[in-house]
């Protein structure tokens, strides 16, 4: 019975094992795809084989010297860019998603329900239709093409995003607070001493997933920016490199690009998973 | 069925009685909803009526101050010493002031007709084309939305103005004294702590997200379309007809067919993709986490990374990667004796595309499934397994008995989010496919296009904003009515302390 | 003999040109008088460089330029050269790539914030001219841009206004908006390169790739024009017009090109024409067709091996057909609400002038407009603007096409290359030649 029961468990964590082998093959191969091809040295756009057949980094020292010939691509500046708004971004959006949810979660007062119904609604119109608004507003303002606007786009609607946080909130005990309470402590001081210090799962959970964003999003940037290069992201700039002008002396270049993008923002992921996981996990169940 | 045979059930079976009973309980809990809309609506009247009636009673017990008041916003206040407070209501009227006739009214003045002077061409007396500019719908309806808002807004300001002035005279007649800035700033860290905290992010999201929402609310009873494009030409309010183009099959029948036909398919999308990631996702999570398997971060990591890397980028290779000449059908060349099958994955039949977007999707959509899974695994309390397998319950009845019924408790809501989110899945569609295969019968849309691609394509390629509009609505309705169903009937809803 | 034959073929060359699509009533004769006759004050101008009268009071002047970005940098140049003759005013003008192809849709978008001179391909003219952004020709110069431009650029060019009165809308830049066979000589002999099924064949046997973009309206209506379906105008300015067809003409034609794909199945193949240079660079393509945009990188893959030719003919039950394209002009447009009209005006002019044009054909290899440009030996004796030219003999008339046209004759397309499509099936080539003709001319 023992020697049936360990053969069972060997024959079938084997088969874990391979089945895991092939499913992490199928997942990685698009991006073992990409870094061969970004040192690829032959051809202009998509070859017809697998495997380059010869090897360089001037993709990558083409991308940052700019040597591709046109003066419109300028990726160093697109990445900073990029990094610019996603730091302010990520910033503003943190501080008001943790805000939001720390009221709607923490606090009690007139109409909270009701608050949280709105916020739940508004976040579900489908976010192309305000695109044209957003940018005759931001046009009104005269911040269109720059990267304030960016900035304002990414981060004004984070605090709408509140369920995940507030659910995290909701299973920090109360009884904490009211200690507190009885200590003398204002909800303000509760809030940075008390809860805050908890939250180190979801507070990075939702950095990082505002730091992503900008790297991203290639639809409302590009409405904003226009045809004001100089001020493009990464997202939009390597997609310019895809388009009919650019495409033929580009498309190795944009590989090359994708992985920059792809590397730090991996490595964060990885670096914070066991964050992103807790945070979820805490805060999606409860919804 | 009483609560002893209900747990005598097996997991399964009380998800299938959960399952039956919500299904059952739609058209009830739909009339709770719409009750619970219309009794908020008349709930919202009787409040007008009554705000009016104070309005009234107030201003009859009011003394000159507060009189005052309801023409010049502070005066009591600053009569009853409360003077930063009265400063500040006095400023917001005169702001108001200035704005309106600065700004808002020359654009309100238009919203009915929504500007009349057309913009034109003429030439100057060189010969030189000049453009002379006559109204902009666009900028009048979107100022107007503005004017609006602020009125609103000020309106608000205005009632507190009367409500605080008589408020300040009572208190004096009672011989109290106003609280002072000081005790004021600490009240809003503590008591009113959640108007220091809300206050920012409500102003952010009324003006970037409410106001255009209204806006384009606005637009789908307008004809803002490429015939009537701003500022060359004008647009005005044309009622329900962009909605009605929907469903009328005699004269806009190629929209109507695709309304309908992407509406279909959207939904098969969305349920489709939901569960698929769903249950394959737990699958893979859970052999990721079964015991006596090694290396889990290595393996969570490869899946990781699929979240990691933008889509755009992603997904336009994997669109390489599937067309005639693309790396799967060389990788099918080495089964195929050599011979390169040259699959059209992407723009031949219908199915092939829908299920090539299906799979794809899976590849996006089962690395998030196994993030948020591993920690509810690792969550599930150690003393269910162990007084399981002291009955000497298998792993397979662990599996069904626990495991499963404790996800699928646990992460209802999830699946609710993610349902939705799919509705709305744009990156998937819009970059692997295009919405193609293209086809005869749709309207600015094509075989795998759902609801949103299509409502971007109408809004970036063709300008029928408002039709555009109209759909986002329907969108809207569909997605909202299924949530709020759903949310004030689950149980993590209701029990919101549970935890706590 | 031989005189005689040179004239018949002179009248069959004349009269497929008259044949061509974009002929319709609605354009013809722009009338170079209406400019001048409306009572202006201005005078005609007779070169690209005007009076100093024509900026009125403009000074300080800033505009921002589209052009493609291959020729940016050209364009700076003659900017530069532009601000050296005009050096009584100041001037602060940015070039900035955009692609022609999306002009239309940036300055639908917003106006205000595009280019106040951009190019533009002729079929986005009637587009533009109905949301009333972009400007007409200044009157001054219409005579003059009339005269010193071939008489197609201008025709396609001139759209009615709001009144009525037919308006000459853009400046022509180029003649030679459209695409033809381009080959590896090593691969594909120029005898091959005479006939579509020579072409494939030699493909075929070197194991390389034809490439066509089957799934691109743009070039899918090869498929319907050669089977002697014809585009004529537009019916009130939306609904696009056909010209009387023979149907069981075109369904044969169609159900020859199905034919041909299938037998060729691995050689024919449907990717977008950027494969092409890409496939001669690493040389798995032999031939494919491909336009004038692309020429240059084309020529830079394959060096020595470069061919080009008009599209081959495809034989439909024994008769040789020739391929019919789409072929269109490029404008230099000027936007309605520039701050400096008379500036842009005046740029634009000088930038489709005969020296700025020449300059382009020499560096960029674009085919001129500008009639005395094009009678220049850099132009007569280039091999791709030959066969561009030779191909717009067979073509239409890229200029008043609905914007319902491109996707259902892409979706022909798509069908008549997939692996399920039966060639032999002649009811289904019908039925899908008449929903796509059907669904051209639905407005939705």
Not at chain 2, 412 to 432: D, E, K
Not at chain 3, 184 to 209: F, H, I, P, Q, S
């Given at each position: 019975?023992?020697?049936?029961?360990?053969?069972?468990?060997?024959?079938?964590?084997?088969?874990?094992?391979?089945?895991?082998?092939?499913?992490?093959?199928?997942?990685?191969?698009?991006?073992?795809?990409?870094?061969?091809?970004?040192?690829?040295?032959?051809?202009?756009?998509?070859?017809?084989?697998?495997?380059?057949?010869?090897?360089?980094?001037?993709?990558?020292?083409?991308?940052?010297?700019?040597?591709?010939?046109?003066?419109?691509?300028?990726?160093?500046?697109?990445?900073?860019?990029?990094?610019?708004?996603?730091?302010?971004?990520?910033?503003?959006?943190?501080?008001?998603?943790?805000?939001?949810?720390?009221?709607?979660?923490?606090?009690?007062?007139?109409?909270?329900?009701?608050?949280?119904?709105?916020?739940?609604?508004?976040?579900?119109?489908?976010?192309?239709?305000?695109?044209?608004?957003?940018?005759?507003?931001?046009?009104?303002?005269?911040?269109?093409?720059?990267?304030?606007?960016?900035?304002?786009?990414?981060?004004?609607?984070?605090?709408?995003?509140?369920?995940?946080?507030?659910?995290?909130?909701?299973?920090?005990?109360?009884?904490?607070?009211?200690?507190?309470?009885?200590?003398?402590?204002?909800?303000?001081?509760?809030?940075?001493?008390?809860?805050?210090?908890?939250?180190?799962?979801?507070?990075?959970?939702?950095?990082?997933?505002?730091?992503?964003?900008?790297?991203?999003?290639?639809?409302?940037?590009?409405?904003?920016?226009?045809?004001?290069?100089?001020?493009?992201?990464?997202?939009?700039?390597?997609?310019?490199?895809?388009?009919?002008?650019?495409?033929?002396?580009?498309?190795?270049?944009?590989?090359?690009?994708?992985?920059?993008?792809?590397?730090?923002?991996?490595?964060?992921?990885?670096?914070?998973?066991?964050?992103?996981?807790?945070?979820?996990?805490?805060?999606?169940?409860?919804? | 069925?009483?609560?002893?045979?209900?747990?005598?059930?097996?997991?399964?079976?009380?998800?299938?009685?959960?399952?039956?009973?919500?299904?059952?309980?739609?058209?009830?809990?739909?009339?709770?909803?719409?009750?619970?809309?219309?009794?908020?609506?008349?709930?919202?009247?009787?409040?007008?009526?009554?705000?009016?009636?104070?309005?009234?009673?107030?201003?009859?017990?009011?003394?000159?101050?507060?009189?005052?008041?309801?023409?010049i916003f502070g005066v009591g206040d600053i009569h009853n010493g409360k003077y930063y407070k009265g400063i500040l209501f006095f400023l917001v009227e005169?702001?108001?002031?200035?704005?309106?006739?600065?700004?808002?009214?020359?654009?309100?003045?238009?919203?009915?007709?929504?500007?009349?002077?057309?913009?034109?061409?003429?030439?100057?007396?060189?010969?030189?084309?000049?453009?002379?500019?006559?109204?902009?719908?666009?900028?009048?309806?979107?100022?107007?939305?503005?004017?609006?808002?602020?009125?609103?807004?000020?309106?608000?300001?205005?009632?507190?103005?009367?409500?605080?002035?008589?408020?300040?005279?009572?208190?004096?007649?009672e011989g109290k004294k106003p609280t002072s800035l000081k005790t004021d700033v600490k009240e809003f860290l503590d008591g009113k702590y959640h108007i220091?905290?809300?206050?920012?992010?409500?102003?952010?999201?009324?003006?970037?997200?409410?106001?255009?929402?209204?806006?384009?609310?606005?637009?789908?009873?307008?004809?803002?379309?490429?015939?009537?494009?701003?500022?060359?030409?004008?647009?005005?309010?044309?009622?329900?007809?962009?909605?009605?183009?929907?469903?009328?099959?005699?004269?806009?029948?190629?929209?109507?067919?695709?309304?309908?036909?992407?509406?279909?398919?959207?939904?098969?999308?969305?349920?489709?993709?939901?569960?698929?990631?769903?249950?394959?996702?737990?699958?893979?999570?859970?052999?990721?986490?079964?015991?006596?398997?090694?290396?889990?971060?290595?393996?969570?990591?490869?899946?990781?990374?699929?979240?990691?890397?933008?889509?755009?980028?992603?997904?336009?290779?994997?669109?390489?990667?599937?067309?005639?000449?693309?790396?799967?059908?060389?990788?099918?060349?080495?089964?195929?004796?050599?011979?390169?099958?040259?699959?059209?994955?992407?723009?031949?039949?219908?199915?092939?595309?829908?299920?090539?977007?299906?799979?794809?999707?899976?590849?996006?959509?089962?690395?998030?499934?196994?993030?948020?899974?591993?920690?509810?695994?690792?969550?599930?309390?150690?003393?269910?397994?162990?007084?399981?397998?002291?009955?000497?319950?298998?792993?397979?009845?662990?599996?069904?008995?626990?495991?499963?019924?404790?996800?699928?408790?646990?992460?209802?809501?999830?699946?609710?989010?993610?349902?939705?989110?799919?509705?709305?899945?744009?990156?998937?569609?819009?970059?692997?496919?295009?919405?193609?295969?293209?086809?005869?019968?749709?309207?600015?849309?094509?075989?795998?296009?759902?609801?949103?691609?299509?409502?971007?394509?109408?809004?970036?390629?063709?300008?029928?904003?408002?039709?555009?509009?109209?759909?986002?609505?329907?969108?809207?309705?569909?997605?909202?009515?299924?949530?709020?169903?759903?949310?004030?009937?689950?149980?993590?809803?209701?029990?919101?302390?549970?935890?706590? | 003999?031989?005189?005689?034959?040179?004239?018949?073929?002179?009248?069959?060359?004349?009269?497929?040109?008259?044949?061509?699509?974009?002929?319709?009533?609605?354009?013809?004769?722009?009338?170079?008088?209406?400019?001048?006759?409306?009572?202006?004050?201005?005078?005609?101008?007779?070169?690209?460089?005007?009076?100093?009268?024509?900026?009125?009071?403009?000074?300080?002047?800033?505009?921002?330029?589209?052009?493609?970005?291959?020729?940016?940098?050209?364009?700076?140049?003659?900017?530069?050269?532009?601000?050296?003759?005009?050096?009584?005013?100041?001037?602060?003008?940015?070039?900035?790539?955009?692609?022609?192809?999306?002009?239309?849709?940036?300055?639908?978008?917003?106006?205000?914030?595009?280019?106040?001179?951009?190019?533009?391909?002729?079929?986005?003219?009637?587009?533009?001219?109905?949301?009333?952004?972009?400007?007409?020709?200044?009157?001054?110069?219409?005579?003059?841009?009339?005269?010193?431009?071939?008489?197609?650029?201008?025709?396609?060019?001139?759209?009615?206004?709001?009144?009525?009165?037919?308006?000459?809308?853009?400046?022509?830049?180029?003649?030679?908006?459209?695409?033809?066979?381009?080959?590896?000589?090593?691969?594909?002999?120029?005898?091959?390169?005479?006939?579509?099924?020579?072409?494939?064949?030699?493909?075929?046997?070197?194991?390389?790739?034809?490439?066509?973009?089957?799934?691109?309206?743009?070039?899918?209506?090869?498929?319907?024009?050669?089977?002697?379906?014809?585009?004529?105008?537009?019916?009130?300015?939306?609904?696009?017009?056909?010209?009387?067809?023979?149907?069981?003409?075109?369904?044969?034609?169609?159900?020859?090109?199905?034919?041909?794909?299938?037998?060729?199945?691995?050689?024919?193949?449907?990717?977008?024409?950027?494969?092409?240079?890409?496939?001669?660079?690493?040389?798995?393509?032999?031939?494919?067709?491909?336009?004038?945009?692309?020429?240059?990188?084309?020529?830079?893959?394959?060096?020595?091996?470069?061919?080009?030719?008009?599209?081959?003919?495809?034989?439909?039950?024994?008769?040789?057909?020739?391929?019919?394209?789409?072929?269109?002009?490029?404008?230099?447009?000027?936007?309605?609400?520039?701050?400096?009209?008379?500036?842009?005006?005046?740029?634009?002019?000088?930038?489709?002038?005969?020296?700025?044009?020449?300059?382009?054909?020499?560096?960029?290899?674009?085919?001129?407009?500008?009639?005395?440009?094009?009678?220049?030996?850099?132009?007569?004796?280039?091999?791709?603007?030959?066969?561009?030219?030779?191909?717009?003999?067979?073509?239409?008339?890229?200029?008043?096409?609905?914007?319902?046209?491109?996707?259902?004759?892409?979706?022909?397309?798509?069908?008549?290359?997939?692996?399920?499509?039966?060639?032999?099936?002649?009811?289904?080539?019908?039925?899908?030649?008449?929903?796509?003709?059907?669904?051209?001319?639905?407005?939705?």
């Amino acid at each position: 019975m023992i020697k049936s029961y360990k053969l069972r468990r060997i024959v079938s964590n084997t088969l874990i094992y391979a089945l895991l082998i092939i499913l992490g093959i199928i997942w990685i191969s698009p991006f073992v795809y990409l870094v061969m091809h970004s040192f690829r040295a032959e051809g202009l756009i998509a070859v017809d084989y697998l495997v380059p057949r010869e090897w360089t980094f001037q993709n990558y020292i083409d991308l940052f010297t700019g040597a591709g010939g046109s003066a419109s691509i300028n990726f160093p500046k697109w990445f900073l860019n990029t990094l610019i708004v996603a730091i302010f971004s990520c910033i503003i959006a943190t501080v008001s998603v943790l805000m939001v949810s720390y009221a709607f979660s923490r606090l009690r007062f007139k109409s909270r329900k009701k608050f949280m119904n709105v916020g739940m609604i508004l976040g579900m119109f489908p976010g192309f239709m305000t695109m044209i608004a957003i940018y005759y507003l931001l046009k009104a303002m005269n911040l269109t093409g720059t990267l304030v606007a960016l900035v304002i786009c990414y981060s004004c609607g984070a605090g709408l995003g509140f369920q995940i946080s507030k659910g995290f909130f909701d299973t920090v005990p109360r009884a904490l607070d009211e200690a507190a309470t009885i200590d003398g402590a204002t909800k303000n001081q509760i809030f940075w001493k008390i809860i805050l210090p908890m939250s180190k799962p979801i507070v990075v959970y939702t950095v990082l997933t505002s730091f992503i964003g900008p790297w991203t999003d290639f639809i409302l940037a590009k409405i904003i920016m226009g045809d004001n290069i100089e001020y493009y992201t990464v997202a939009i700039g390597l997609q310019k490199m895809l388009s009919n002008d650019f495409i033929n002396t580009y498309y190795k270049q944009f590989l090359a690009g994708s992985v920059i993008v792809a590397v730090p923002i991996t490595l964060l992921f990885l670096k914070m998973q066991k964050y992103y996981v807790e945070g979820v996990t805490a805060g999606g169940v409860k919804g | 069925m009483t609560y002893v045979e209900y747990k005598q059930l097996n997991p399964f079976q009380r998800f299938a009685y959960n399952f039956k009973k919500f299904i059952l309980n739609i058209p009830h809990a739909l009339a709770k909803f719409f009750k619970a809309i219309g009794r908020a609506i008349v709930r919202f009247f009787t409040g007008i009526g009554k705000g009016f009636k104070n309005y009234g009673v107030t201003f009859v017990k009011g003394d000159w101050a507060t009189k005052l008041s309801y023409l010049i916003f502070g005066v009591g206040d600053i009569h009853n010493g409360k003077y930063y407070k009265g400063i500040l209501f006095f400023l917001v009227e005169v702001l108001y002031a200035v704005f309106m006739v600065s700004f808002g009214w020359t654009y309100l003045q238009k919203f009915d007709t929504l500007g009349t002077q057309v913009t034109h061409q003429d030439f100057n007396e060189m010969g030189i084309p000049t453009t002379v500019y006559g109204d902009n719908s666009m900028l009048i309806l979107l100022y107007s939305v503005l004017t609006i808002v602020i009125t609103v807004v000020v309106f608000a300001v205005y009632i507190a103005n009367i409500k605080d002035a008589y408020r300040h005279q009572v208190l004096r007649a009672e011989g109290k004294k106003p609280t002072s800035l000081k005790t004021d700033v600490k009240e809003f860290l503590d008591g009113k702590y959640h108007i220091t905290l809300l206050s920012f992010p409500v102003l952010m999201i009324s003006i970037f997200n409410i106001l255009p929402l209204i806006f384009m609310v606005l637009i789908a009873f307008t004809n803002y379309d490429q015939s009537h494009l701003p500022p060359g030409t004008l647009f005005t309010w044309i009622g329900f007809d962009n909605f009605g183009s929907l469903f009328n099959f005699v004269d806009s029948a190629a929209k109507a067919t695709t309304f309908i036909e992407l509406t279909k398919w959207t939904l098969i999308w969305a349920v489709v993709a939901t569960f698929s990631n769903y249950i394959l996702g737990m699958i893979v999570a859970l052999m990721i986490n079964k015991k006596g398997i090694k290396l889990k971060a290595l393996w969570r990591t490869l899946f990781v990374i699929a979240i990691a890397v933008p889509q755009f980028v992603s997904l336009l290779l994997m669109n390489q990667m599937l067309q005639t000449n693309g790396a799967i059908n060389i990788i099918l060349e080495y089964f195929n004796g050599g011979v390169n099958p040259q699959i059209q994955f992407l723009n031949s039949t219908t199915l092939m595309a829908r299920m090539t977007v299906i799979i794809v999707n899976l590849w996006v959509g089962i690395p998030y499934t196994i993030l948020s899974m591993s920690g509810i695994l690792m969550n599930i309390p150690e003393d269910l397994y162990e007084s399981a397998r002291i009955d000497g319950a298998g792993p397979v009845k662990t599996f069904t008995k626990i495991t499963l019924p404790y996800m699928i408790f646990v992460t209802t809501p999830q699946l609710i989010t993610s349902f939705v989110g799919n509705i709305n899945n744009f990156n998937v569609i819009f970059l692997l496919t295009g919405g193609g295969p293209s086809t005869e019968e749709f309207y600015q849309a094509g075989r795998t296009d759902i609801l949103v691609t299509w409502l971007f394509n109408l809004t970036m390629n063709s300008q029928d904003y408002g039709l555009a509009a109209a759909i986002g609505i329907l969108v809207f309705i569909v997605c909202a009515t299924l949530s709020l169903l759903i949310y004030n009937n689950s149980k993590s809803m209701r029990d919101e302390e549970a935890f706590s | 003999m031989k005189k005689i034959l040179a004239i018949l073929m002179a009248g069959v060359l004349t009269a497929t040109a008259f044949a061509g699509c974009g002929e319709g009533a609605s354009n013809t004769g722009s009338d170079s008088g209406s400019g001048s006759s409306q009572g202006s004050q201005a005078a005609g101008i007779d070169s690209a460089v005007v009076d100093y009268k024509y900026f009125g009071e403009e000074d300080n002047v800033k505009l921002k330029v589209w052009a493609p970005d291959a020729a940016v940098s050209l364009i700076k140049q003659q900017i530069e050269e532009f601000k050296k003759t005009y050096s009584e005013k100041t001037f602060d003008i940015t070039v900035i790539a955009q692609g022609e192809s999306d002009a239309a849709t940036q300055m639908l978008n917003d106006a205000s914030v595009a280019a106040d001179v951009f190019g533009l391909p002729s079929d986005q003219l009637n587009k533009l001219v109905d949301a009333g952004v972009i400007a007409p020709v200044a009157k001054g110069f219409v005579d003059y841009v009339t005269s010193s431009n071939s008489e197609d650029t201008i025709k396609a060019g001139t759209l009615k206004n709001s009144k009525g009165e037919d308006t000459l809308y853009a400046y022509p830049e180029t003649n030679d908006n459209g695409y033809y066979l381009v080959y590896d000589n090593t691969v594909v002999t120029a005898e091959d390169a005479k006939t579509l099924e020579g072409t494939l064949e030699a493909c075929k046997k070197a194991n390389k790739k034809f490439i066509f973009d089957a799934g691109d309206g743009f070039y899918a209506c090869t498929f319907a024009f050669t089977g002697g379906v014809k585009i004529d105008g537009l019916e009130d300015g939306i609904t696009q017009k056909f010209v009387d067809y023979d149907e069981d003409e075109a369904v044969k034609t169609l159900q020859a090109f199905a034919r041909l794909i299938k037998k060729y199945k691995g050689t024919f193949t449907s990717l977008n024409v950027k494969n092409v240079a890409s496939g001669f660079a690493n040389g798995t393509c032999g031939a494919g067709v491909d336009g004038s945009w692309d020429t240059a990188v084309n020529m830079k893959s394959l060096g020595d091996k470069f061919g080009a030719a008009k599209l081959p003919t495809i034989n439909v039950d024994g008769e040789d057909k020739q391929l019919v394209s789409m072929f269109g002009y490029k404008y230099i447009g000027v936007n309605g609400s520039s701050k400096y009209p008379a500036s842009a005006q005046i740029l634009a002019l000088y930038l489709a002038g005969e020296d700025c044009q020449k300059q382009r054909t020499e560096e960029l290899g674009w085919g001129p407009s500008n009639i005395n440009v094009q009678k220049d030996p850099i132009v007569t004796e280039s091999a791709v603007l030959n066969a561009i030219k030779d191909q717009s003999l067979n073509s239409c008339t890229q200029v008043n096409i609905a914007s319902t046209f491109w996707t259902p004759m892409g979706n022909l397309g798509n069908k008549l290359v997939a692996d399920e499509w039966d060639p032999e099936d002649t009811a289904a080539t019908k039925k899908l030649l008449q929903d796509t003709i059907t669904n051209i001319r639905d407005e939705g």
